[in-house]
């Protein structure tokens, strides 16, 4: 079993893709497999797409459970949705916005499933909101003793806190409760400015009752790396009537993508790019989409279809007071590497106290960065490299990573960025002593510990 890197060729003993409807077939099939696993002394994972890119959702020599299940009831009175673990994004944009209402945040592509969304907290750009886990008001979760539990942030808290984030590690997740707000029509406005600009701008929009949804960029090219920002920020329209249904960002989207790939190795092409998403497109094609839409965006969409690269994602966590030492990090260090970087991102991220393995710890910027690997061994090494000295640059001013990417970070560097990762090791072994569920992040950090 692979997964989105195509570097993390994994043997596993058996893959099984579930669909039972019935909550009983579910729960007593999943406790013969991990019954079965802890017999044999073999690791068992539940996965939906999995996106990771270093093995963080497979099980070596293993059981890989994929769930395939996308059962969604809404509770218009309390607004929340009830959701099956295994359902993908895109079937709960659809189930929500057939009524009107829209997921309160998701991570920012619609392929995955709910349930690994949660456990690795994954973020949108919704405002002010912060990980997708502080959306969830409940969870029915399976234990390695084969006991199923409720969990929420007052019922089973611990439990709950260590599975926000806690990558399949602690339970099984079967399904979760989980807030949604109306669906609405928004309309962007773009700034442009220094790169060192953007934190004030940023916080401004945020601290904006009438901003929804937010993301910045930074310019890419080599000769001015990082030296200019974009800030796209969302207000609803006068106008919330006859909403059209859900599609995706449409020809633009495609386009983008288009644009996106053909910079690699080509800084002409990213200068144009930079014009293009700064200038021209908020021009002639920037304008009104519902939130839905907004966020109904598959993968596919920036696929790499070269065999011999592949797509590599980093994220860091900065505070908004420690953004320019981000920025000049980042200039010292990427543009020295082997690696063609293609995009960054940045999005707001609320502090997030409830997660042991919480990545915001206070207010972040999160810079959500991709870049274009040779599928080599030089190119290998040259990523750990430079992934290396950035976590020592952005953790020594009180930032942090992000843990479903390549495993490049030292273990020293993982001990010190998470300051709960001992806590949860600990727990790990209290409610799964035989270590049934397992994972690449368990077998090469947190076993470790």
Known sequence: MNDASGLSATPIHKHLVLSENADDALIRVLRTEMTEAAKNN??????????SMGGQAIPRNGTAITFDHGAIELDRTNL????HAGARWSQVIAALDAEGFSPAVMQSNNDFGIGATFSVNAHGWPVPYGPMGATVRSLRMLLPSGDVVDCSPTENSNLFKLAMGGYGLIGVIIDLVVDMVPNSRLSPTYDTMAATD????????IDDPAVTMAYGRLNVERESFFEHALLATYRQTKDQNDLPAASGSGWMSHVAGRLYRAQLGNEALKTFRWWNETS???AIGGGEATRNSLINEPVVTLDDRNPDRTDILHEYFVSFDAFDNFLEACRKVIPASYQEFLNVTLRYIAQDDQSTLSYATRPRIAAVMSFSQEMTLRAEADMRRMTETLIDRIAARGGAYYLPYRPHARLDQMATVYSGAADFAAAKRTIDPQLILRNNLWDSYLERL
């Open 42 to 51: 073999r690791p068992v994972n539940i996965g939906a797409a999995r996106h």
């Open 198 to 205: 953007f934190p004030t701008a940023f916080q401004t929009a």
């Open 280 to 282: 021209l497109l908020p």
């Open 80 to 83: 929340t949705y009830r959701v």
